[in-house]
Nanobody, 121 residues
């Protein structure tokens, strides 16, 4: 069983930065792709970014390319560095773990509870 716990959310002014962390329990995480989704009020959950099991492949939504960077330092910790934040980035951010072929679709086996990011203009 894998449990994911997000941290690092908060309130930031437009143009600012935040770093989200996802801490995982359970060593099986080393075989999964890990990444982030977000859901803004009244909107569907959307893919943000992912990183494969060895950190060698990353993927980003077009809306965050060039501003967000995903990384992982071992089988347990994954990070999302978010720069140049704007009001469109305001959302509840979820960490997820799953298989690479279906990860972006949202059909992932493990999910965290989410951490709120609010960008003020």
């Amino acid at each position: 069983q894998v449990q994911l716990v997000e941290s690092g959310g908060g309130l930031v002014q437009a143009g600012g930065s935040l770093r989200l962390s996802c801490a995982a329990s359970g060593s099986v995480l080393s075989i999964y792709t890990v990444g982030w989704f977000r859901q803004a009020p009244g909107k569907d959950r959307e893919f943000v970014s992912s990183i494969n099991w060895n950190g060698g492949r990353t993927d980003y939504a077009d809306s965050v390319k060039g501003r967000f960077t995903i990384s992982r330092d071992n089988a347990k910790n994954t990070y999302l560095q978010m720069n140049s934040l704007n009001s469109d980035d305001t959302a509840l951010y979820y960490c997820a773990a799953g298989f690479p072929i279906t990860f972006r679709s949202g059909r992932n086996r493990y999910w965290g509870q989410g951490t709120q990011v609010t960008v003020s203009s």
